[in-house]
């Protein structure tokens, strides 16, 4: 008998990810307490407004060691006061567990903060690749006026530690200073 050449059975076309088994989960402003600085800004805001969404590929149960998680995020463009519409963030719950993310389409801002709190960032645009070390703590913003569109691979028993970051948030924030993103 012959090997079989299949076709794939995952797809990832300009940015939709398509497959069986792929989950698909939206965030809207409603979703984001405690995310953005400017709570009086918020609050007027559409509690319906679509501010990221999240398209993800699991192939075995979660929680299996040595499994891996495939994702898309798409980011909307918009801001909230002089902060831009971002990703809640977090910490892995096994907190040693590392992360890919990379820049599909758009412009946009990895932010990370370690357990210590120091925070660093790193700017995020087609092609760019970025490594996510464990205990590090990921947020994304996007910066542009486009859609912003990154992939993302995690271990599969990697989980998500929302709790401490929605209570103490990161130690900075990412904000439109005169039309420039910027670090305070
Ligand atoms: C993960 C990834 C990534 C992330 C989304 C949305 O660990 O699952 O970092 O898929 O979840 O970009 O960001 P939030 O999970 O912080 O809302
Ligand atoms: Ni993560």
């Not at 700017?123 to 992939?151: E, Y």
Request: charged share 20%; net charge negative; proline share 5%.
């Amino acid at each position: 008998t012959s090997a079989a050449v299949s076709n794939p059975t995952l797809f990832f076309n300009g940015g939709i990810l398509q497959g069986e088994g792929v989950e698909h989960a939206t965030r809207r402003i409603k979703d984001l307490d405690n995310v953005f600085q400017d709570t009086k800004v918020f609050g007027k805001t559409d509690p319906e407004t679509l501010v990221y969404e999240v398209s993800s590929f699991l192939p075995v149960a979660e929680g299996t060691p040595g499994g891996l998680y495939f994702g898309l995020t798409h980011i909307h463009p918009g801001k909230v006061g002089n902060e831009y519409f971002m990703t809640k963030g977090h910490f892995h719950a096994l907190i040693d567990r590392a992360e890919y993310y990379w820049g599909i389409k758009g412009e946009g801002v990895l932010i990370l903060m370690n357990e210590n709190r120091e925070v660093w960032a790193e700017r995020m645009f087609p092609g760019s690749l970025h490594f996510i070390p464990g205990r590090v703590a990921h947020r994304v913003a996007n910066t542009g006026s486009q859609l912003l569109s990154f992939g993302a691979s995690w271990p599969a028993d990697a989980g998500h530690n929302y709790e401490e970051i929605r209570k103490n948030g990161f130690a900075r924030r990412l904000i439109d200073k005169n039309g420039i993103p910027t670090l305070i």
